[in-house]
């Protein structure tokens, strides 16, 4: 049969956070052809080079094809009692603390909650995780600290509409490629800044203006010195601050920081923060950078800082923005997939 008049299917691309569309259509001999959905609001028929190679997963080759119990192929009846026979058994002898599920972050939302319930609600005990705690439960805490939720405050039109973007611990182009061209278009279109933080030059620098190469770990020093600056320099935005509790606090604190930890001249520093202040509408996009780190929350809590001092947030063009490597790590959090969580956040 001819796969040009098969029926076509609006899906969505199940790789990393961005959630790109993709139109998908069978091409008759058991395969599929994928292209970008032109009309979906993340990718605009843009892909990536996983994206576009989807239809090459749909194949049995390379797969198994029943179940593998200590290498000898089983049946799916066989294996499922082999696992419940150890739940069981491991759970009468050591209780039921002694067994734990980890979740991808590329299940559904009723996935996540069946695996949930499973472990909180029958087996009783709160040993679950998804793919949460190891991308993104620093900027979890974080946003928490900050707001009071487990909220990301941006879209991807502000992309589209920030005069600086800041990737901090983020090497978009390689990570979120999709997201880059929305930068890269934005800077043909618009002028677009873009700032690099990352001790390593990645592809990301490649167009950038700045690349600052700061040492590991030191990125709380330098947002803390930017939020100094943002003080000094009068930027701070009065009427949003009245709304906004500790921001004393978190300035006296980040005056105790040293941006000598930092290995940047400070003059580069001062070219960055001048960047920063002076363009309005900025966009800072962070990732596994942030996260994956021993201070990973405070990192974020720092970013977050200079973008309530200043009210930068929650307006067309600018936020913090935390991009994420998994496309449902929020889901697993919506359903209370966490260890310390419940569903909807609680």
């Known amino acids: 049969m001819d796969g040009s008049s098969l029926p076509e299917t609006r899906s969505t691309c199940p790789y990393c956070g961005v ?23 993340a990718n605009f028929g843009r892909l990536c080079s996983k994206g576009a190679a989807l239809g090459e997963t749909v194949g049995h080759e390379e797969r198994l094809l029943a179940p593998l119990v200590n290498g000898r192929q089983s049946t799916w009846d066989a294996a499922l009692d082999l696992v419940a026979d150890r739940f069981r058994n491991t759970i009468a002898t050591h209780g039921p603390d002694s067994v734990a599920f980890y979740v991808s972050g590329q299940l559904l939302n009723e996935d996540y909650y069946v695996a949930n319930k499973l472990m909180k609600g029958f087996i009783g005990s709160a040993n679950i995780d998804t793919n949460s705690r190891l991308c993104m439960a620093s900027t979890v805490a974080g946003q928490k600290r900050a707001f009071g939720t487990d909220t990301v405050p941006g879209t991807y039109e502000d992309l589209d509409e920030a005069d600086l973007v800041v990737l901090v611990g983020s090497n978009l182009a390689w990570c979120h490629p999709v997201l880059y061209q929305r930068v890269i278009a934005a800077r043909e279109k618009r002028g677009t800044r873009i700032v690099v933080i990352d001790p390593r030059r990645t592809a990301s620098c490649d167009q950038a203006d700045m690349h600052l190469a700061l040492a590991p770990g030191s990125d709380v020093a330098l947002f803390n010195h930017l939020l100094t600056r943002i003080y000094e320099g009068g930027a701070f935005d009065k009427e949003y601050l009245s709304n906004v509790q500790g921001f004393d ?12 930890v930092t290995g940047l001249e400070q003059g580069v520093i001062d070219r960055f923060c001048d960047l920063w202040m002076r363009h309005e509408k900025v966009v800072t996009v962070f ?15 720092s970013i977050l800082n200079c973008h309530l001092a200043t009210g930068r947030i929650g307006k067309p063009g600018c936020g913090p923005f935390s991009v994420t490597g998994q496309p449902n790590a929020m889901g697993g959090r919506e359903v209370g997939g966490l260890a310390n969580m419940l ?3 609680l």
Do not use: W
Not at 22 to 37: A, C, Q, S
Not at 249 to 260: C, G, S
């Open 19 to 41: 959630g790109c569309g993709v139109i998908l259509r069978p091409d008759g001999n058991g395969g599929l052809t994928v292209k970008g959905d032109p009309d979906h609001p």
């Open 249 to 260: 606090d978190a300035l006296h604190a980040a005056y105790a920081d040293d941006t000598a």
């Open 287 to 301: 990732s596994q950078g942030v996260n994956q780190s021993t201070s990973g929350s405070d990192k974020v809590n």
């Open 343 to 345: 569903a909807c956040h």
